[in-house]
Each structure stands twice: as C-alpha cells, then as structure tokens.
C-alpha cells in the first residue's frame, strides 16, 4: 500500500486498525517467467530485472523459441506452491493412476485418504507405498506416513 486515507469513528486500537486493513490481504506466491533468454542482451535485462524487484519474487529465464529453462519450469511451480504429485494404485492393480493427486508438501496418508473419499478416511486400516526413498518397496505404512513427490500409495480399508 502506498498512500490511504483512514477514517475512523468511536475507539479503536492500533490493533483495531492493523487488523481491518490487512484482514481481506491475501498474499500468493510468484514467479517471474523472464521470455526471450536466446535473444542478444538478456543477461543483462534479467539482471535489470532483478534489480526492480529485489529478491521478493523468483525469476526463472525461459526460451519458448529454444526450449531453454522450460524443463525447470513445472518443479518451480510446485515448489514455490509448497505442493506434491501422489499416484494412487488400487489392490491388485500392476500399474498406478496417470493422473496424481496434488496436495500440500507434509500432507500424510490420511490426509490423501480423506482428499479422495471419506470412507477411505473413515475406514483406514493400512496402506501401501512405493517410493525410491524407502529401504523396502513398496513398504506398509500407517495413517501419518508423510508422503514425498513421486510417491505411489495403494490404500486398503477395514
């Protein structure tokens, strides 16, 4: 916020006042998607770049006409959103889901669970998960196994 003008009417603390302003801001992370890093001079115009915006917001240099820094492109995304890719793969099935369920980095197996049904929450008993990180795979786990990028769980119910 640059410039306002508060009123204010009755008493009110600083507190008051520091909480109906800030109380609809949302803050959302960014990245900077910096086009043309193929072209003469872009060094410099990315440097130029960072030097507007400080360090507050992430510049990823990218070349749609060469395909340069694209590849990095999904991971940053996922990253600065704080969020993982998990394939489900149902008993008795070879091949896991393509399609991933995207939740919160942290999140466990219950929190996957009840992201996909209420009676898999509900219901739990254990689940199955394949992951490279793991000693054994796939390993049995319990409900607040943390789960990490890439992982594929196989949920069994009561």
């Given at each position: 916020?640059n410039?306002?003008t508060?009123?204010i009417?009755?008493e009110?603390?600083?507190?008051?006042?520091?909480?109906?302003?800030?109380e609809?801001t949302?803050?959302?992370?960014?990245i900077i998607?910096?086009?043309?890093?193929?072209?003469?001079n872009?060094t410099?115009?990315?440097e130029?770049?960072?030097?507007?915006g400080?360090t507050?917001?992430?510049?990823?240099?990218v070349?749609c006409?060469?395909g340069?820094?694209?590849?990095?492109?999904?991971?940053?995304?996922?990253?600065?959103l704080?969020i993982?890719?998990?394939y489900?793969?149902e008993?008795?099935?070879k091949?896991?889901?393509k399609?991933?369920f995207t939740?919160k980095?942290?999140?466990t197996i219950?929190?996957?669970a009840?992201?996909?049904?209420?009676?898999f929450?509900?219901?739990?008993?254990?689940?199955?998960?394949w992951?490279k990180?793991?000693?054994?795979s796939p390993q049995?786990v319990?409900?607040?196994?943390?789960?990490?990028?890439?992982?594929i769980?196989?949920i069994?119910m009561k």
């Open positions: 916020m410039d306002a508060v009123k009417q009755g009110a603390t600083i507190d008051d006042i520091e909480d109906a302003i800030f609809g949302v803050y959302k992370p960014a998607i910096a086009n043309k890093a193929d072209v003469p872009a410099k115009k990315i130029q770049l960072k030097n507007l400080g507050e917001m992430k510049i990823l240099p070349s006409k060469t340069f820094g694209l590849e990095k492109l999904g991971s940053e995304i996922f990253e600065m704080d993982i890719r998990v489900t793969k008993p008795n099935e091949n896991p889901s399609n991933p939740i980095k942290g999140s219950l929190d996957l009840k992201r996909i049904h209420s009676d929450y509900k219901q739990f008993s254990y689940a199955k998960v992951s990180r793991l000693r054994f049995k319990g409900g607040t196994f943390t789960l990490q990028d890439g992982d769980v196989e069994h």
